[in-house]
Every structure is written in C-alpha cells, then in structure tokens.
C-alpha cells in the first residue's frame, strides 16, 4: 500500500466506498504497482479477497507483499484471501475429467465462449457462508489482468459480460469492490482490446492509467497516473480528471506534479 | 462561470434549461445520446428520464449496465414512482438460474414493450443501446427500435395517437462508424457529449421531417438533483450540410505575410523608386561619369614567383 496513492484518491483502509468498480490500466507500461498496491490495502483493510492472478505466480505476488507489509501466505491461511493462480491452474484443467467444473473450463472449449465458470469460482469465494466469514468486512474481488483473457481466445464482450456479473453480484449484491488490470495495447487495429478497455472504462467508477513518458525512458520519473472519477460527483475538489508523475523505489511509489520531479528541480 | 445571484435570474436560468431538456424530449422519436469515456452520458440520461416524469409520464427503463438502486438513485420520490425500471442487470445470460432472469432476454422485454397497450404517452429509457448492440445483431435491434418509435401509426391501434419517445444511451468507442450511423439515422434528435476542463457541452442535431437538421452547442452542468445548469450557447442556426465534425476553417488565420498594408506601409511602397525607372538623377549620375573615372586605380604589385605574361592576351582577338 502506498500512502501517497491513498491521499491522491482520497481513501484509506478505514473507509473506503464499497460498491465501486476501479480500472487500472496501464499503456507502454507496466502498472503492477498498481495491482500490489491494492491487493495490500484491502488486505489491511480486512476485507475478504479473491484474487484471480493470471499473470505471476503466487510466490511472486508473496515476496512483494511482503515488501507492502502484507504477508499472503497467513491471508490465505486465515481464509481471508482466495487465490486463483492461473499460471498453475491452467495445467490442472487438462489432467481433470470431462464433466468436472473448474473455474478456467475455457481454456478445454475449442471456442472459448462463455467465462461462467470463473464467474461461479468468484461468487462462491466472497459469497458469506457463516459466522467466520462475517468477521471481514467486505469482500474485493482482484483480477491481474484480463488482457490475458483475449490472448487465451476468449472473446472482448465475453470479458464484459463476466465483469459485468461479478459487478451485479460482489459490487450490488454483497456490497464490495471490485479492482481490474487491463492494457491497453495502443494499436488500433486490435479492435477486441480497445473494445475491452472501453467497455470496461463504461463500467468504472475510477478509472487510473498508469503511461509511460511519451519522451522514453527516465531514470528519475517512470511515468505518468491519470486518474479519472466517473461518478457526476468527484471526491477531489480539483476536478474530475488529474494527471501526476510516479517514482517507483524499492518499497513506495512517490507522486508529484507534472514536471515537479525533485530530481529536475 | 458567472453567478446567478438575482431571484429573477435563477427563474429566467431554470426556465431555459427546461426548454432545453423540453427542445431534446420532442415530440416523439428517437433520441440518442451519445457519450464517451470521459463525458458520461448516464446523468443527461437521468436529468430527461426526471423532466419526462415530471410533465406526468410514465417512464419505462430498460437497464442494463448499472443496478435498479444505483439508476434510481438521487431522484425525488415524484420521480422515483413514475419509474418502471426492467431490471436486465441482474442476470441478462441468465447464469444463476434463479428465475430472476427477464422472459425472452432483452429482445423480449423490448417487443413486450412494444406491445403495451394503456393511456397517456410513454417514454422509454435504454440504459444503454451499446450493451444491447454488443448483445444483438444490429438490424435486429434497428427494426425492433423503429417499431418501439412508431407505434402510435399502427393502423391496428384503435386508441388516441400516443407519443412515445425513446431516449437510447450509445457509448461511441464501443462500436464501429456502421451501427453508430445505422442508429443515427434512426434517431429524430441527435445528442453528442463532450467538453473541455470540468464543462461539459452537448452538441444537439435536431432532426425533423420536412425541416432542414438544425443544431446547437449547449454547455451545461448536472446538479445532484439532475436538474440542468446551462452556461449559455449559440441559438440554433440552420444548416444545409450538418456534420458535427467539420468546422468551417478561415484560410487567412495563419498566413506568414500580409494580406493587407496600412496607410504608412502604403506611402512607403508609392514613393520607392524601383530599379528599371528611369528618373533625372540616374541620367546625371550616368552622365557624370568622368568624375568616377578619376577618383579610382587599380594597384597591382606582382609577386615573386607570379608568372607575368609579356604578351597581349587578346593579341589574338581581331578588334
């Protein structure tokens, strides 16, 4: 968790806004820091998390927890936090028999159609069941990333229609947030990835894009965070679309204002 | 943004923004609003879903991208009892099995929608075409919104001819330019959101049959009651060739020289002599020229090693 993120978006683990849906999408960069910084605030902030990780391995997002003060292994242990790890998983659908339900069932369809599997692993996971499970506060679903969805077959309004149901169910009906990586590939001729990023901006209530410098690569600002509100009233009172310039250290990322990088002043 | 501070002005300033939204109601129709990314369109949606009510209309909405508490939230209980909302958000695929699901998915809500049959005139909110473009083929969904606009000419209907007006929200980045046109053609009002900084406009094209598209620009801000706060715009001026997206450009604007002189530069340019004219003080200086001839030499000292030619060179030429 990042404390100079929280104090841009006005939140903090005490009380953040359930109900909402955050975009995190990142163009010509990587915006993993983003995905660590949120898995580590709702950890903190107690709340049940399911995180679907399609891109790294569980070890991996352990070890950069750990630098964030969260330690996965006791989360998961405790029950507090689902772990979906694709990169494992994914073999698993293979060596299973044919009729048995397994949250990435679509990677054995010849066409990928529908993504209601995943969606029922999510529902179960943050569904409350008893007593234990009200000890958390809300439940959060993580996904990092769905891009990795389309390159697996599945088709952009299939990724929609599957944010669109864990939305009616963890956002509406139990109260929770949900968080989503996707990249924006830039190329506009891959109509499926700018239909999903789009698609998915309709459906956010804030949307941050984490962009690289358009003048390459700097050692002292690795890019630039807009953040947009997309509720009719933003929480910021500067307005509903802001733009700073992000640092990444060892274990924080420091924000500044455009051009106001301690290394140029 | 000026201040309205005078009673009479916050009157004259709700009076204008409710003929705007009256202007974008119309007499039936479709009515699309087209939004983005950064200018959502959900709110202009809501602020005519509230004046629809308001003039005593029922309001049906087909919602299918945010929850029914999320859509009927901010409305005044008026409002809020007018509202029919068919909730395809829940569960449009019917995944949970539960029954909860619509009857005949979102085509079948629209056609029972066509079907209805009761007094008084109607509108019907689409929250939003995109997921239903994204969902259905689009001549499908284009037949079933002209028979959702036009039935008040059904020559079956016996009853008084009712107005019902359809407001349809598209998010434009979704689609190809071949829906996008195929729906704006359908559409009698034509509503395009944009803006710069924190103000948002609407670009409005106003379609009526047997009258030249008129259009207008109208920048406003929604309140948390979703009542509209105008910040003036041009009056609606007619054009022959409406297209939102080219913009009469004036060639002179960036030129590098002078289109035009100024009475100095004027002077200046009539009193130079140029050199082909021939004028009395030329003729002199041509004629005096001996006085040039005296005053210059050439000096020419050799050097060592230059290699002087005794000979005439033009020894050779028969002058």
């Not at chain 1, 962009?211 to 009719?232: I, K, N």
């Not at chain 2, 005296?294 to 000292?301: K, L, P």
């Amino acid at each position: 968790m990042f404390p100079e993120l929280n104090d841009l978006l006005n939140a903090s683990p005490d009380r953040a806004e359930p109900g909402k849906l955050t975009l995190l999408c990142d163009a010509e960069t990587d915006g993993s820091f983003l995905v660590h910084h949120f898995l580590s605030f709702y950890l903190k902030a107690d709340c049940k998390v399911c995180f679907v990780a399609l891109v790294q391995s569980f070890s991996h997002y352990n070890i950069v927890g750990q630098k964030l003060g969260v330690s996965l292994t006791t989360a998961r242990e405790r029950g507090q936090l689902v772990f979906l790890e694709g990169l494992r998983s994914a073999v698993d659908v293979f060596f299973r028999a044919e009729g048995e339900a397994h949250p990435l069932h679509f990677l054995r369809e010849a066409k990928a159609a529908s993504l209601q599997p995943l969606y029922e692993f999510v529902r179960e996971a943050l569904e409350p069941v008893d007593q234990r499970e009200a000890a958390w506060k809300r439940p959060v679903l993580l996904v990092d990333d769905l891009s990795v969805l389309l390159s697996l077959g599945v088709g952009a309004v299939a990724v929609l229609d599957f944010v669109h149901y864990c939305r009616a169910c963890v956002c509406c009906r139990l109260q929770g947030n949900i968080v989503a990586l996707v990249h924006d590939s830039g190329d506009a001729e891959d109509e499926e990835s700018d239909v999903l990023l789009n698609g998915l901006s309709h459906q956010s209530h804030l949307v941050l894009r984490a962009e690289g410098l358009a003048t390459g690569f700097c050692r002292d600002v690795h890019g630039q965070l807009r953040v947009l509100w997309r509720t009719p009233s933003p929480p910021a009172q500067r307005g509903r679309s802001l733009t700073f310039q992000y640092k990444i250290q060892d274990k924080s990322v420091s924000f500044f204002a455009k051009g106001m990088s301690p290394a140029v002043l | 943004q000026p201040a309205v501070t005078s009673s009479e002005g916050v009157g004259e300033a709700t009076g204008r923004s409710r003929e705007m939204l009256e202007s974008l109601l119309g007499p039936g129709g479709l009515v699309l609003l087209r939004d983005s990314v950064e200018w959502e369109g959900r709110s202009l949606l809501k602020a005519l879903v509230r004046q629809a009510a308001l003039r005593g209309e029922r309001v049906h909405v087909l919602g299918c991208e945010v929850s029914e508490e999320e859509f009927r939230e901010g409305f005044d209980p008026g409002t809020y009892s007018r509202l029919v909302y068919h909730d395809l958000f829940r569960d449009p695929l019917n995944w949970s099995n539960t029954g909860e699901a619509l009857p005949g998915g979102p085509l079948g809500v629209l056609r029972a929608m066509c079907r209805r049959t009761g007094p008084g005139p109607v509108t019907i909110a689409l929250d939003s075409l995109s997921w239903l473009l994204l969902h259905l083929p689009c001549t499908t969904l284009c037949q079933t919104l002209h028979a959702l606009s036009r039935q008040d000419s059904r020559p079956d209907d016996s009853s008084p001819v009712e107005h019902v007006r359809v407001l349809g929200l598209l998010h434009e980045e979704l689609h190809g330019p071949g829906p996008v046109e195929a729906l704006s053609t359908l559409a009698q009002v034509e509503v395009t959101l944009s803006g710069t900084g924190d103000q948002a406009s609407a670009h409005i094209l106003y379609r009526r049959p047997q009258h030249r598209p008129t259009h207008k620009i109208q920048w406003f801000t929604i309140l948390p009651d979703f009542s509209l706060n105008l910040q003036g715009g041009s009056p609606p001026k007619s054009q022959p060739h409406p297209d939102p997206r080219t913009h009469p450009v004036d060639p002179t604007t960036h030129l590098t020289f002078n289109l035009h002189l100024s009475k100095k530069e004027k002077e200046a340019k009539d009193s130079l002599t140029l050199p082909f004219q021939f004028s009395s003080e030329k003729q002199q200086a041509l004629l005096c020229r001996g006085l040039g001839q005296a005053t210059s030499h050439i000096f020419y000292e050799p050097d060592a090693y230059d290699d002087l030619d005794q000979e005439d060179p033009d020894d050779d030429l028969d002058i």
